[in-house]
């Protein structure tokens, strides 16, 4: 997104601008927030939201069945385990493995 490339051209002062532009703008409530494509500016800052009160939970729990069946069969076939996660964060405090499903402009990467 815009931030990660402004960082990479500009550095981290051009990437917090980027970031201030998009609060200033509307785009998002905070500087905080990562990323454009996945706000709803109809979410609040709540612990807990019931699945009711969301469509896309909802429509989650209902396909539910067919997601496992789909996880299971991607397990099946790479060996019963995700791929190790690269994360300097995350690996410096534990292990994580996780799948893309969408990665490097392929599907189920």
């Known amino acids: 997104h815009w931030g990660a490339a402004a960082a990479r051209l500009g550095g981290r002062a051009e990437e917090r601008r980027v970031y201030q532009l998009a609060v200033e703008r509307g785009l998002w409530r905070s500087t905080l927030q990562r990323p454009l494509e996945h706000?709803?500016?109809s979410l609040t800052?709540?612990?807990?939201w019931e699945a009711s009160e969301l469509p896309e939970a909802a429509a989650l729990q209902r396909a539910f069945p067919a997601i496992l069946a789909e996880c299971n069969a991607l397990l099946a076939r790479r060996g019963g385990a995700f791929a190790p996660y690269r994360s300097?964060?995350?690996?410096?405090g534990g292990a994580w493995s996780d799948v893309q499903l969408f990665g490097g402009c392929r599907a189920d990467a």
């Open 45 to 48: 800052a709540r612990p807990f």
């Open 88 to 92: 300097r964060v995350v690996a410096a």
């Open 39 to 41: 706000y709803a500016r």
